[in-house]
């Protein structure tokens, strides 16, 4: 399965977003730039997570974005479904009967086992994106960080949060 680029976007912008300060916002642009990414590409995603109810838009020329949850309550399948869609990675298309001299319909009656199959391997891999918080996210970072990616943050966000009445 590939997820498209735009989801591991969402996901850091959403990270990074948990780290902003009460009533702080971060522009597109700032989020954009900390990653290295386009910034109408990302714009894009952003959107999708503020529809979500992900995330909040300060709008105004001090405005930006800020998460519309706590960090423990954004699960990484609530930032994929955002970006992604909900529809199933693997969607049939009953191909098994298509082409020459079918097969009787009596063999149709059921789903098709790979269909089966494909959507059982899609619910645990959402189960499991449904089981890590961005917090999550936070807590593992920290575990392995001896300093150097919390400073490189900080830092980043001390020169471009924008502070915002909450």
Same mark, same amino acid.
């Given at each position: 399965? #590939?997820?498209?680029?735009?989801?591991?976007?969402?996901?850091?912008?959403?990270?990074?977003?948990?780290?902003?300060?009460?009533?702080?916002?971060? =522009?597109?642009?700032?989020?954009?730039?900390?990653?290295?990414?386009?910034? =109408?590409?990302?714009? $894009?995603?952003?959107?999708?997570?503020?529809?979500?109810?992900?995330? !909040?838009?300060? @709008?105004?020329?001090?405005?930006?974005?800020?998460?519309? #949850?706590? @960090?423990?309550?954004?699960?990484?399948? !609530?930032?994929?479904? &955002?970006?992604?869609?909900?529809? @199933?990675?693997?969607?049939?298309?009953?191909?098994?009967?298509?082409?020459?001299? @079918?097969?009787?319909?009596?063999?149709?009656? $059921?789903?098709?086992?790979?269909?089966?199959?494909?959507? #059982?391997?899609?619910?645990?891999?959402?189960?499991?994106?449904? $089981?890590?918080?961005?917090?999550?996210?936070?807590?593992?970072?920290?575990?392995? !960080? !001896?300093?150097?990616? &919390?400073?490189?943050?900080?830092?980043?966000?001390?020169?471009?949060?924008? $502070?915002?009445?909450?």
């Amino acid at each position: 399965m #590939k997820l498209g680029e735009g989801v591991e976007q969402a996901i850091h912008s959403v990270a990074m977003l948990s780290g902003l300060s009460r009533g702080g916002v971060l =522009s597109a642009a700032a989020i954009a730039e900390f990653h290295g990414v386009s910034t =109408s590409y990302l714009l $894009k995603h952003l959107q999708a997570l503020s529809g979500a109810g992900i995330l !909040d838009t300060v @709008p105004g020329p001090k405005g930006g974005y800020r998460l519309a #949850k706590l @960090p423990e309550t954004i699960t990484l399948l !609530d930032i994929v479904l &955002a970006v992604e869609g909900p529809a @199933p990675a693997f969607r049939c298309n009953e191909i098994r009967q298509r082409g020459p001299n @079918p097969a009787p319909a009596r063999f149709f009656t $059921k789903p098709c086992n790979i269909s089966a199959a494909m959507l #059982k391997a899609e619910r645990v891999y959402r189960a499991e994106l449904a $089981k890590t918080t961005i917090a999550d996210i936070g807590t593992q970072l920290a575990e392995i !960080d !001896d300093g150097p990616i &919390a400073a490189r943050s900080c830092a980043f966000l001390e020169i471009h949060e924008r $502070k915002t009445a909450r």
